[in-house]
């Protein structure tokens, strides 16, 4: 379960790096899923301990809860373009939040003894 994982949030991440590409600050987004992927790589080939996949759902709720805007307006899926700044932070927080939870579960994965069936 856990390479499973690994791999698709680490393609996703890979994938929302991409699309930030044409993101006014890309600078700051890229390197942040960049690293996601980079975590769930490593748990994939085992080198991610359990305290490392901790300490970066740390960062990211950390930075998530910064982000998070003043006035939540929703997250406007259905819609391409920004009514407000406070529809960004709610998405760019989301994003941080969808990280912090996916290096959660890897860490709980990353714990329990690999079966050798």
């Not at 930030?20 to 600050?25: E, K, L, R, T, V």
């Not at 390197?31 to 996601?36: K, N």
């Not at 305290?51 to 997250?75: D, H, K, R, S």
Request: with cysteine.
């Amino acid at each position: 379960m856990r390479k499973v994982l690994s791999i698709v949030f680490g393609l996703l991440f890979v994938l929302f790096a991409a699309f930030q590409y044409n993101d006014p600050d890309p600078e700051v987004w890229i390197p942040i899923y960049g690293f996601a992927a980079m975590a769930c790589f490593m748990a994939y080939v085992g080198l991610a301990r359990w305290w490392f996949l901790v300490a970066m759902a740390i960062m990211y709720v950390v930075a998530a809860t910064y982000q998070w805007p003043p006035v939540f307006e929703g997250f406007m899926f259905s819609e391409t373009g920004m009514r407000s700044l406070n529809i960004e932070l709610a998405r760019e927080a989301g994003g941080l939040a969808i990280c912090a939870v996916v290096m959660l579960v890897l860490a709980v994965l990353s714990r329990q003894p690999v079966s050798r069936a």
